[in-house]
């Protein structure tokens, strides 16, 4: 599947040319030009590359370079390759047996002759050393250097397919990205078998050289998004890309954000779906994570377990969500606002409780909230980091016995234990990690607002908040969509979950090519027969 | 860029300088002592007030505690309280503000100055008129959930489901700046330590007490003066005593002639029968309660029109509804004209229900 995966990509000339700059760079030439007999200025130069190339190559101990006879000709042919890269048994089993046993004169005929699809016959000896690199075998006959084969035996050590872990869903499909963008590109090819999806390959990262595809729908994603995407790849500099992490924040509209502004996903299904929406995803090699642009904060409060049910039960979790981000946020501060500010807003009822649950705490509201706001956030930064099965314990330690105690201790009063506790469990209800990352972070100024002044404090923080997400975009469209810019028709799908039959339209703010998914009349009749 | 700048520059400092606001000086809960009550009484020539403080403790039972202090002004009540409690007494969460009847008939706006003057106050603080003196009632022992919530929620309950008028210092303060409108208030008495009892409603002259309605008549002042009525009445016929809960009433006043004024009250009320006296229900019964009813409520409601008329008095707002009709309305003419107002009642009782024992 990796090897087939050149095929998928459609080169661009802009990348080859860049290819062709980074290998003027790299000393690059004919295999075994020590062992040419033709003596023209032009092989003069490639020997001394060659013996540049050879030697940078040869300092590492996984450089191999194996002589072959072929039993019917008797001609020598040579493989040079980097074993480390290179699986075996496409040397054993495929390339081996045809090239010893069968006739063959030239280095064309090789090409018919193996059983590889990936086989590339070329004279141009600067591609050598990259080609070694990314795991193809050099096939060179000993008479003749000038020509020469590559093909691809390439190992992927790559872990099998597994069920999503961070976007689980109990029903809908079971399968998760992996770090093989082969693999990633199969499943989603796979969803979207039409020929109108575009995958465009790039190579990031001087060190790295990291494969990027960015994938859309000919003819319904906007050209101007795509056009976006592509100069800002091409804009980076990174020389090492690790993960498509690296690309949300090296492709940001706003950097300085803590708002994520590519909304990332391990489902195939999700970017599959997405793309149908007109938007562009990129998948990166070696992250098991895609990136889906250009998004909405709405968005980042969906699950795409809401697709699966029913649009009753999916509008009401939303909602459910919605209220957990407020509450998770908001909860923490507004205690403090109203216990240091504002008593008049305390109902007699809850007073006699809160009084009582504080009458023992030494400190103002604020440091008792900032010690179990920090005493949770220890708990979920150990729980990360530690192995699993110590985590679990951590969090008993952490929940039952450091809460417990310290309300026993009179460090903290039980009332906004409660509250803490909540607004952690609210604060997991947000389907998108980084998002809730986000949330977490937020709870801090809205908690020191309100130590200061109070509700008025808060109503300050959140107008900075509102602020800041109103000026915030995804690849250039606004991420407050659909409320601001206010767009009636895309609520549909953005704090509520409408049903499919009212889903006939893409998002506006999309400008998509094609704005209609379905005819909308179809899909309201129904063909009973008992009607 | 740069005016951005600048402008950002100020508004930050704005945002700044409201923290040199001493409203947003802080207030935390276990820290301050929260005024539920307050309580004005005559002690010769000063006014002695009292506030009811809650006292939290922790068993997260509550007692009540009372600061009192003398003095002719309230701002100057409220310092030497303050000067005898151990943590600043807010007022903003005030529940209760109960007057001395004596103090009631000298007016009570001055007193009012206070809350009218401190927005933390709200609008929905009850007032009532206390036959007796406040710091008594405020001195019993209403109930662990204390004394305040005790006061508010049997003003409350009356107020929704009895015959309570709707009263608050809102609804105070509208009928009051209101011309041609005179506000009224609860009255309360302390009945033994553990009870207060709704005894009437006092009826005002502007800011001064003139009169104090009957309990039982408060069922036909509550159809006059309010919208909605819950409340229960008694109704004699010949078969016996029968007993009317009301679910809804509706009150209109038509101004039917000028020169001498004419006015025309007419009440629809619909009601349930809630008791009879006697086992069955005779033929007709119905119909004899809803015109017995009919004819008690129309000349109770007149004979109050017509008492208020006498006093010079007009909770009803009966000035403020001729205004409404007349153009270039003169109220100083008004109070001559409202002399001569002759009242006529016209009721139309309905029983809906008369329960599932037949």
């Not at chain 1, 000026?471 to 767009?487: A, D």
């Not at chain 1, 094609?514 to 009749?525: G, L, N, P, T």
């Not at chain 2, 006059?224 to 509706?250: C, N, P, R, Y």
């Given at each position: 599947?990796?090897?087939?995966?050149?095929?998928?990509?459609?080169?661009?000339?802009?990348?080859?040319?860049?290819?062709?700059?980074?290998?003027?760079?790299?000393?690059?030439?004919?295999?075994?030009?020590?062992?040419?007999?033709?003596?023209?200025?032009?092989?003069?130069?490639?020997?001394?590359?060659?013996?540049?190339?050879?030697?940078?190559?040869?300092?590492?101990?996984?450089?191999?370079?194996?002589?072959?006879?072929?039993?019917?000709?008797?001609?020598?042919?040579?493989?040079?390759?980097?074993?480390?890269?290179?699986?075996?048994?496409?040397?054993?089993?495929?390339?081996?047996?045809?090239?010893?046993?069968?006739?063959?004169?030239?280095?064309?005929?090789?090409?018919?002759?193996?059983?590889?699809?990936?086989?590339?016959?070329?004279?141009?000896?600067?591609?050598?050393?990259?080609?070694?690199?990314?795991?193809?075998?050099?096939?060179?006959?000993?008479?003749?250097?000038?020509?020469?084969?590559?093909?691809?035996?390439?190992?992927?050590?790559?872990?099998?397919?597994?069920?999503?872990?961070?976007?689980?869903?109990?029903?809908?499909?079971?399968?998760?990205?992996?770090?093989?963008?082969?693999?990633?590109?199969?499943?989603?090819?796979?969803?979207?078998?039409?020929?109108?999806?575009?995958?465009?390959?790039?190579?990031?990262?001087?060190?790295?050289?990291?494969?990027?595809?960015?994938?859309?729908?000919?003819?319904?994603?906007?050209?101007?998004?795509?056009?976006?995407?592509?100069?800002?790849?091409?804009?980076?500099?990174?020389?090492?890309?690790?993960?498509?992490?690296?690309?949300?924040?090296?492709?940001?509209?706003?950097?300085?954000?803590?708002?994520?502004?590519?909304?990332?996903?391990?489902?195939?299904?999700?970017?599959?779906?997405?793309?149908?929406?007109?938007?562009?995803?990129?998948?990166?090699?070696?992250?098991?994570?895609?990136?889906?642009?250009?998004?909405?904060?709405?968005?980042?409060?969906?699950?795409?377990?809401?697709?699966?049910?029913?649009?009753?039960?999916?509008?009401?979790?939303?909602?459910?969500?919605?209220?957990?981000?407020?509450?998770?946020?908001?909860?923490?501060?507004?205690?403090?606002?109203?216990?240091?500010?504002?008593?008049?807003?305390?109902?007699?009822?809850?007073?006699?409780?809160?009084?009582?649950?504080?009458?023992?705490?030494?400190?103002?509201?604020?440091?008792?909230?900032?010690?179990?706001?920090?005493?949770?956030?220890?708990?979920?930064?150990?729980?990360?980091?530690?192995?699993?099965?110590?985590?679990?314990?951590?969090?008993?330690?952490?929940?039952?016995?450091?809460?417990?105690?310290?309300?026993?201790?009179?460090?903290?009063?039980?009332?906004?234990?409660?509250?803490?506790?909540?607004?952690?469990?609210?604060?997991?209800?947000?389907?998108?990690?980084?998002?809730?990352?986000?949330?977490?972070?937020?709870?801090?100024?809205?908690?020191?607002?309100?130590?200061?002044?109070?509700?008025?404090?808060?109503?300050?923080?959140?107008?900075f908040l509102i602020a800041h997400l109103?000026?915030?975009?995804?690849?250039?469209?606004?991420?407050?969509?659909?409320?601001?810019?206010?767009?009636?028709?895309?609520?549909?799908?953005?704090?509520?979950?409408?049903?499919?039959?009212?889903?006939?339209?893409?998002?506006t703010f999309l400008r998509t090519g094609?704005?209609?998914?379905?005819?909308?009349?179809?899909?309201?009749?129904?063909?009973?027969?008992?009607? | 860029?740069?005016?951005?700048?600048?402008?950002?520059?100020?508004?930050?400092?704005?945002?700044?300088?409201?923290?040199?606001?001493?409203?947003?000086?802080?207030?935390?809960?276990?820290?301050?002592?929260?005024?539920?009550?307050?309580?004005?009484?005559?002690?010769?020539?000063?006014?002695?007030?009292?506030?009811?403080?809650?006292?939290?403790?922790?068993?997260?039972?509550?007692?009540?505690?009372?600061?009192?202090?003398?003095?002719?002004?309230?701002?100057?009540?409220?310092?030497?309280?303050?000067?005898?409690?151990?943590?600043?007494?807010?007022?903003?969460?005030?529940?209760?503000?109960?007057?001395?009847?004596?103090?009631?008939?000298?007016?009570?706006?001055?007193?009012?100055?206070?809350?009218?003057?401190?927005?933390?106050?709200?609008?929905?603080?009850?007032?009532?008129?206390?036959?007796?003196?406040?710091?008594?009632?405020?001195?019993?022992?209403?109930?662990?959930?204390?004394?305040?919530?005790?006061?508010?929620?049997?003003?409350?309950?009356?107020?929704?489901?009895?015959?309570?008028?709707?009263?608050?210092?809102?609804?105070?303060?509208?009928?009051?700046?209101?011309?041609?409108?005179?506000?009224?208030?609860?009255?309360?008495?302390?009945?033994?330590?553990?009870?207060?009892?709704?005894?009437?409603?006092?009826?005002?002259?502007?800011?001064?007490?003139?009169?104090?309605?009957?309990?039982?008549?408060?069922?036909?002042?509550?159809?006059?003066?309010?919208?909605?009525?819950?409340?229960?009445?008694?109704?004699?016929?010949?078969?016996?005593?029968?007993?009317?809960?009301?679910?809804?009433?509706?009150?209109?006043?038509?101004?039917?002639?000028?020169?001498?004024?004419?006015?025309?009250?007419?009440?629809?009320?619909?009601?349930?029968?809630?008791?009879?006296?006697?086992?069955r229900l005779e033929k007709n019964e119905?119909?004899?309660?809803?015109?017995?009813?009919?004819?008690?409520?129309?000349?109770?409601?007149?004979?109050?029109?017509?008492?208020?008329?006498?006093?010079?008095?007009?909770?009803?707002?009966?000035?403020?509804?001729?205004?409404?009709?007349?153009?270039?309305?003169?109220?100083?003419?008004?109070?001559?004209?409202?002399?001569?107002?002759?009242?006529?009642?016209?009721?139309?009782?309905?029983?809906?229900?008369?329960?599932?024992?037949?």
């Open positions: 599947m990796v090897r087939d995966m050149s095929i998928f990509f459609r080169r661009r000339r802009r990348q080859k040319e860049q290819d062709d700059k980074e290998q003027k760079k790299q000393p690059s030439s004919k295999g075994n030009a020590e062992k040419d007999k033709d003596k023209n200025k032009d092989d003069e130069k490639a020997n001394k590359h060659a013996e540049e190339w050879e030697k940078e190559l040869s300092k590492s101990t996984d450089y191999q370079k194996k002589d072959y006879i072929n039993r019917k000709t008797g001609k020598k042919f040579i493989f040079t390759f980097i074993p480390t890269l290179v699986e075996e048994k496409v040397l054993d089993n495929n390339a081996l047996p045809p090239l010893l046993e069968e006739e063959f004169l030239k280095i064309i005929d090789v090409k018919k002759l193996l059983p590889i699809a990936d086989v590339e016959v070329s004279s141009d000896t600067k591609k050598i050393a990259q080609k070694l690199l990314d795991g193809y075998v050099l096939l060179t006959l000993e008479e003749d250097t000038r020509e020469f084969a590559f093909f691809s035996a390439k190992k992927t050590v790559v872990r099998s397919v597994t069920s999503p872990e961070i976007e689980f869903s109990v029903i809908g499909p079971k399968e998760a990205f992996v770090e093989s963008i082969g693999d990633n590109l199969n499943m989603v090819r796979t969803r979207l078998p039409v020929k109108e999806l575009i995958i465009e390959e790039y190579t990031v990262g001087k060190l790295s050289r990291t494969k990027v595809a960015v994938i859309y729908i000919d003819g319904i994603t906007n050209k101007e998004i795509i056009n976006t995407v592509k100069q800002r790849i091409d804009d980076i500099v990174k020389d090492e890309i690790a993960d498509s992490s690296y690309f949300t924040q090296l492709i940001a509209d706003n950097g300085n954000s803590p708002f994520p502004q590519l909304l990332d996903s391990e489902r195939p299904d999700r970017v599959a779906s997405s793309l149908a929406e007109g938007k562009v995803a990129i998948i990166v090699d070696g992250s098991p994570h895609a990136l889906i642009g250009p998004t909405s904060l709405t968005e980042f409060f969906n699950a795409f377990e809401d697709y699966f049910l029913n649009w009753i039960l999916a509008t009401f979790i939303r909602m459910i969500r919605l209220f957990a981000v407020v509450f998770s946020i908001m909860i923490t501060p507004l205690y403090v606002a109203v216990v240091t500010h504002h008593y008049e807003l305390i109902p007699k009822d809850l007073l006699v409780t809160l009084v009582a649950s504080r009458r023992v705490v030494p400190f103002p509201p604020v440091l008792e909230a900032l010690f179990l706001e920090v005493t949770i956030e220890l708990l979920r930064e150990a729980g990360a980091r530690l192995p699993t099965k110590v985590g679990q314990t951590i969090g008993i330690v952490g929940g039952i016995v450091i809460g417990t105690a310290s309300v026993e201790a009179g460090l903290t009063s039980n009332v906004l234990l409660i509250f803490i506790a909540l607004s952690a469990l609210a604060s997991f209800t947000t389907p998108v990690y980084q998002m809730s990352n986000t949330i977490r972070l937020l709870r801090f100024p809205f908690l020191f607002m309100a130590e200061i002044w109070g509700i008025l404090g808060m109503t300050i923080a959140f107008s109103l000026r915030l975009t995804s690849l250039g469209l606004p991420y407050m969509e659909p409320v601001f810019p206010l767009r009636l028709h895309d609520f549909k799908d953005a704090l509520f979950r409408l049903p499919f039959s009212s889903q006939s339209k893409r998002p094609d704005s209609s998914r379905f005819s909308k009349d179809k899909a309201k009749k129904k063909k009973d027969i008992d009607e | 860029m740069k005016v951005t700048r600048i402008l950002l520059t100020l508004l930050m400092c704005c945002l700044l300088l409201v923290g040199c606001n001493p409203r947003y000086e802080r207030k935390v809960i276990d820290d301050i002592n929260i005024a539920t009550g307050m309580g004005i009484d005559k002690s010769g020539d000063q006014l002695k007030g009292s506030i009811m403080i809650p006292v939290f403790k922790a068993d997260k039972s509550m007692e009540n505690f009372l600061f009192t202090a003398k003095g002719t002004i309230m701002r100057d009540v409220a310092a030497q309280m303050q000067q005898k409690a151990s943590q600043p007494i807010f007022s903003g969460s005030m529940d209760v503000a109960l007057f001395e009847e004596v103090v009631a008939r000298e007016g009570i706006v001055q007193v009012l100055d206070v809350f009218l003057r401190d927005p933390s106050v709200g609008a929905r603080v009850h007032l009532a008129v206390v036959d007796g003196k406040a710091q008594e009632i405020f001195e019993g022992n209403y109930g662990d959930r204390g004394n305040a919530q005790y006061l508010k929620d049997l003003i409350e309950h009356n107020m929704e489901g009895g015959n309570l008028p709707l009263t608050n210092l809102h609804s105070f303060l509208f009928n009051f700046y209101q011309q041609g409108k005179d506000p009224y208030l609860p009255y309360l008495k302390q009945e033994s330590p553990e009870l207060v009892n709704i005894t009437g409603i006092a009826i005002f002259k502007d800011e001064k007490v003139i009169d104090i309605l009957h309990e039982n008549k408060m069922f036909y002042f509550k159809l006059l003066v309010d919208k909605f009525s819950m409340g229960q009445v008694k109704v004699k016929e010949e078969h016996g005593e029968a007993t009317v809960k009301s679910i809804t009433s509706d009150t209109n006043m038509k101004l039917t002639k000028r020169k001498p004024y004419e006015i025309t009250v007419q009440i629809k009320l619909k009601g349930l029968l809630t008791e009879h006296e006697g086992t119905v119909k004899d309660i809803e015109k017995e009813l009919e004819k008690q409520i129309n000349k109770t409601c007149l004979k109050l029109l017509e008492d208020f008329q006498k006093q010079k008095v007009d909770p009803i707002g009966v000035g403020h509804f001729v205004k409404t009709k007349t153009r270039n309305f003169n109220f100083e003419k008004w109070q001559t004209d409202y002399q001569d107002v002759t009242f006529k009642v016209s009721t139309n009782v309905r029983i809906l229900e008369v329960g599932v024992v037949e």
